[in-house]
């Protein structure tokens, strides 16, 4: 189970000196960095808070840079603080430069011993409706879940949150509501729910069917304005869709997920009657001008999603009757991405293949054999190198000549 696409990052700019030809930091640039410290505390002057924190920013943008500061606890807890402070600290460079060295994964647990308390207190900034800089905590957020003890923490959080509201369901709110935050788009919270769907007790939620959580993240399936945030609901719906007790649910009338997880995948493919017919309604009679989701991450977890709810005969049936077939027929042949295509392929084989046989019939439940297991994973194996062939044949090849241009 995957949590969200991509990582955040922020431009941090060339690092501040200190750098040596070998891409290591010098000994004098570690003793530079801990002069910082006083100036990055509570109380220090504005103007030169804001200097240590650009500082530091910059440090963040090289890899040593990361490392030099991964081991500095005490800087990192004063980098904490100063990214939750209110103005005049320069919270938003300090906020961005935990983005970049929360992007590093072996830095996580550098983070959370110097500043246990990380997640909670980002947390909280994240969800403020009038945090200015609510963006950059939940792009750390949404760095830090990806890996599974930094999301056990902030699992911890939501749950220890204030009495009277579930701090999932702020977390939800805060996604789902347009203008939560004026200042703040918020978009990386996306991910940030994408990767707690990973962990059971987030999808139980989710899959509340008294809080509707569902039914809310459906619309942004083609939220217009950011594929963060598009590709974290997905993925958090692709993550739900693991649980196939709850896939009768899904597919019935009271969600009805499957035409918003095929309508993004659909194009202007004007269709016969007959097949118009088999279509759900909003998939049917598309304008001429109707583009497929742009991003080949987001098609591929679309369509994964809808192989999930294939597990079951009753799921594979319903996918059927909704004329999947179609779409991914025609999606087939558009697909420019070898790797997407032929999870197509797999949607597909599925849908128009034979029924498994008796005590078969739930794929999430078979036990394959080792040794077709091994097979399977040479198939993908051998796949993932003939797709990456492909790109790289994509990648060499020559640009088109515009007419009259003269050569270089």
């Known amino acids: 189970m995957r949590g969200g696409s991509g990582e955040a990052a922020a431009d941090a700019g060339a690092p501040a000196g200190g750098v040596g030809t070998e891409g290591s930091l010098s000994p004098e640039a570690a003793a530079e960095a801990a002069k910082l410290l006083p100036f990055l505390a509570p109380g220090a002057r504005a103007d030169l808070q804001e200097a240590a924190a650009g500082h530091v920013l910059a440090l963040t943008g090289s890899g040593p840079g990361r490392t030099l500061l991964a081991g500095q606890a005490a800087l990192l807890r004063a980098l904490v603080e100063l990214a939750a402070a209110p103005a005049p600290a320069p919270a938003r460079d300090a906020a961005r430069a935990l983005v970049n060295l929360a992007a590093d994964p072996s830095l996580h647990e550098s983070l959370l011993a110097a500043a246990p308390g990380l997640p909670a207190r980002l947390l909280g900034r994240a969800l403020d409706p009038q945090w200015p800089w609510a963006e950059e905590a939940a792009a750390v957020l949404a760095n830090l879940s990806r890996e599974p003890a930094p999301c056990a923490s902030l699992m911890e959080a939501l749950t220890a949150a204030e009495p009277g509201e579930a701090g999932l369901e702020r977390l939800v709110r805060a996604l789902c509501t347009p203008g939560y935050n004026a200042r703040a788009p918020l978009h990386y919270l996306g991910p940030v729910l994408s990767n707690l769907s990973q962990r059971p007790a987030a999808r139980a939620f989710l899959l509340d069917r008294d809080r509707c959580v569902v039914q809310r993240l459906l619309p942004l399936t083609q939220y217009p304005d950011s594929t963060v945030r598009r590709g974290g609901v997905v993925g958090t719906l692709r993550n739900c869709c693991f649980e196939h007790r709850h896939h009768e649910w899904l ?154 241009a003269a050569p270089t």
Request: aromatic letters at 4%; charged letters at 35%.
């Open 251 to 404: 597919l019935g009338p009271e969600v009805d997920i499957l035409p918003f997880l095929l309508l993004p995948l659909a194009g202007p493919e004007d269709f016969s009657e007959e097949e118009m017919e088999r279509l759900p309604v909003d998939l049917q009679y598309l304008p001429p001008d109707k583009q497929r989701e742009p991003d080949a991450d987001i098609r591929k977890m679309l369509i994964e999603a809808i192989m999930l709810l294939t597990a079951t005969a009753p799921g594979r049936q319903q996918v059927r009757d909704q004329g999947a077939y179609l779409i991914l027929r025609e999606l087939h042949n558009w697909e420019p991405e070898s790797d997407v295509r032929g999870t197509c392929e797999k949607l597909i084989q599925v849908l128009i293949g034979d029924e498994p046989e008796r005590g078969m019939e739930n794929l999430l439940e078979v036990q394959v054999p080792e040794d077709v297991e091994r097979q399977l994973q040479e198939l993908d194996r051998q796949e993932q190198e003939q797709c990456l062939r492909e790109q790289q044949e994509r990648e060499l090849s020559p640009e088109p000549q515009a007419e009259g």
